[in-house]
Structures are given as C-alpha cells and as structure tokens.
C-alpha cells in the first residue's frame, strides 16, 4: 500500500468515525428525553394511584346539587353550591400536586409551588 492510499483510508475513516460520533450524540439526547419522560410519568402514575386508592377508602364522591333531579335546595342556591364545589375540586387537585391554572392544567407539578396555580386560586 502506497502512503497516499493510507492517508486517503484515514481520512475516509476519520469521517465515518465522526458520522458515527454524531449519531452517537443524537441517540443519547434521544435516551436521555425518553429517561426523563419516563420518571415524570412514573410520578404522574404514583400520585393517581395514591388518589385512586384514597377515593376507593373513602367510597364515591357526592352527586353536586345541580345534577341531582330530587334536590330540595331552590334553583338560585344550586348555582353558589356548585361554584363553591368547584373551587374546592380544583384546590383538591393543586394540593395533589397537579396544576390547575391553565399555562399547565393536569400535569404534575414537580417544583413545588406555581404562582400561576396559586393566583388563580386567590381570585
């Protein structure tokens, strides 16, 4: 083998090596998103089952006032009950550590406290 052949090998083998470099470095980001997604879904996932199995422990929720037909409370009380009720549904859910403002409603909060969750709850 001539020097030039040797040289011209090296630099064809220099270039597959960093095409292989680089597609090395796409499939580790690309492991890396998935691991990530991965650990967020698992704590979406413990969160649900932990409010899953509370619920089962506590029985069925309460039918609001506004959908039940046998109601005895008048028509204008029925509207304060159920907006009272939703409030305390959506401070349920932030307390169980999912959003409720609407940049990020139902995924997990993960940094602790969100000031866009906690001023929708002060209104």
């Known amino acids: 083998m001539e020097n030039k ?3 011209t090998n ?3 083998l220099e270039t597959q090596m960093g095409k292989v470099h680089g ?3 796409s499939l580790m980001l690309e492991v890396k998103k998935l691991v990530e997604e991965n650990q967020r879904l698992r704590l979406e996932n ?3 089952r932990k409010i899953l199995k509370r619920e089962s422990t506590e ?5 609001p006032a506004s959908v039940r037909t046998d109601s ?3 028509a204008g009380k029925e509207a304060i009950d159920v ?3 939703g ?5 349920r859910l932030y307390h169980e550590g999912f959003h409720i403002c609407n940049v990020y409603y139902g995924h997990l909060r993960t940094e602790g406290d969100c000031l866009f969750c906690l001023s929708f709850l002060n209104k």
């Open 5 to 7: 052949d040797i040289f």
């Open 10 to 12: 090296m630099q064809a």
């Open 23 to 25: 597609d090395l470095s």
């Open 46 to 48: 413990e969160q649900l």
């Open 59 to 63: 029985g069925p929720l309460p039918m």
């Open 72 to 74: 005895p409370v008048p």
């Open 83 to 85: 907006v009272g009720e």
């Open 87 to 91: 409030y305390d549904n959506l401070a």
